[in-house]
């Protein structure tokens, strides 16, 4: 699905008007389509539900919202809380209301001490901080017990940066209309916009000229797999090597190595220091290890470089950083497997940390190369602060991919998957996920399927959406608190069933 900044969905609704439709029609289509979503989402017959409406072409939906509720059994009321319109197309649905018998106040003279607030005050048109009276209007919504739900995005998001204003407008429920906008996959707006589902407008699909943000959708990703040769064997399925662990955080690589053989890499050989081997071989048996040479603290030591540089020739697809540690020590192995790598490589967790102080090697080196960093890891490597980096996440994720020609998976909450030309947004996962390995485990995934032979964006995409499905699938039946990442692990066969 196509993610649009306001000035891209304005632009498409504009050739929509030259060439297919006047925008009266596409207002009563628009109002149409979200008076269906909340009436399927919600009992709203014989509930008392106020419309709050500006003064703006958005209002023009809460009229025809209105309008049909009322006439569908709920105890709707439009309330005026500027101006009354004086725009045609949202008059004329005025009117309409008024003459089927909707009630219409103003703001200051009524409550909203109401089952449902049907947010159309500004739609897409918002940005910075409200004046009066919205400023009043927004804080006596979130004061309300009622549900809310907005019509396009929230009031006091910005569709196109993800910002958001003081008291912003915090919906249950957002319909959004034609296509999915920013504010509904960037932090802090996606936090406002409660559950959020799309309604088609019916704008046909030449009014969209520009190569947009996309989210990650099940079909594209179910065609990668197939069903295995009925002949197949287990070289058939590559070889995975994990670069991985240390006596303090063998941990990290138990899960990648686990989440690699669920995701049907053929065999997974996991390289770890030498005092974390025991430790992780208890919870291991179906892979093959390579314990290696260790600094005092238990992490891999410079030393044991040549003796990974053997294995790199074996490899299908290198994980690499899970649990390292990070000293001197590591960002010379890391460095080591950069520059021999004979396949892709996932660099993760403290593989990243460790090339922070020599970026451009990762320009220099012949084979693709996935980067897999959290918000805090990729403002570390580009000398940005946190929010920084959460403020503007496609941009900077996009840059970062271009001018270092890698594929940029950047983590957290819309995960952004990007080659610094194609942009994807993943609308998978939950808050459950937010905790220590679920990172390890989606790098063992992707690590798979590249092992499989699934090209490394397309192997990006499909881990961050079958990792987010897996959160959401134990989350359902667990609980978003009480999930591990061992609990997913648990579960990721059995849905890998689905995309075969």
Known sequence: MKILTADQIRRVETLCFERYSTEA???????????????????????????????????????????????FGAKAEIVICDKQPEIAEPLMYFEQAKSSGVPVTEFENTDLDCSFIVDTLFGIGFHGEPRAP???????????????????????????????????????????????????????????CGKTVTVSIGIPGDCYEEEYVNTIELEEIKALFGKPDLNAN??????????????????????????????????????????????????????????????????FSASAAAGILKDLPWASSIVLGCGMGLNEDTAAVTINVLKNANCPVILDADGINAIKESISIIR??????????????????????????????????????????????????????????????????????????????????????????????????????IHGLCGDLTACELSERGMLVSDMIDRLGTLMSDFE
């Open 25 to 71: 029609e596409l207002m009563l289509k628009a109002g149409t389509a979200c008076f269906e979503a909340m009436t399927a989402e919600y009992d709203m017959k014989g509930k008392t539900v106020r419309v709050l409406c500006g003064n703006g072409k958005n209002a023009g939906d809460g009229f025809v919202i209105a309008r049909l509720l009322y006439c």
């Open 134 to 192: 919205f400023d009043t209007v927004f804080k006596a919504v979130n004061e309300s017990a009622a549900t809310v739900v907005s019509v396009d995005t929230p009031s006091g998001t910005d569709s196109t940066t993800g910002a958001v204003c003081t008291n912003c407008i915090k919906a249950d429920f957002t319909i959004a209309i034609s296509t999915l906008k920013f504010a509904h996959v960037l932090p802090p707006a996606n936090s406002f």
């Open 234 to 299: 287990k070289g058939d399925f590559g070889h995975q090597l994990n670069i991985c662990g240390s006596y303090k955080m063998f941990g990290a690589a138990v899960i990648a190595t686990k989440a690699a053989l669920r995701s049907g890499a053929g065999l997974v050989k996991l390289t770890i220091p030498g005092s974390a081997y025991p430790l992780a071989a208890a919870h291991l048996t179906q892979s093959i290890f390579n314990p290696v040479y260790e600094t005092e603290e238990g992490t």
């Open 364 to 465: 220099d080196i012949k084979v693709p190369l996935v980067l897999t960093p959290h918000p805090g890891e990729m403002a570390r490597l580009i000398s940005k602060q946190v929010a920084e980096i959460q403020a503007n996440r496609i941009n900077i994720a996009k840059a970062f991919a271009k001018e270092n020609g890698i594929i940029l998976v950047l983590k957290g909450a819309n995960t952004v998957v990007t080659d610094g030309n194609k942009v994807f947004v993943n609308v998978t996962g939950n808050p459950g996920m937010a905790m220590g390995g679920s990172g390890d485990m989606l790098s063992g995934m992707l690590g798979a399927f590249i092992a499989r032979g699934i090209p490394p964006f397309e192997a990006a995409k499909a881990a961050v959406y």
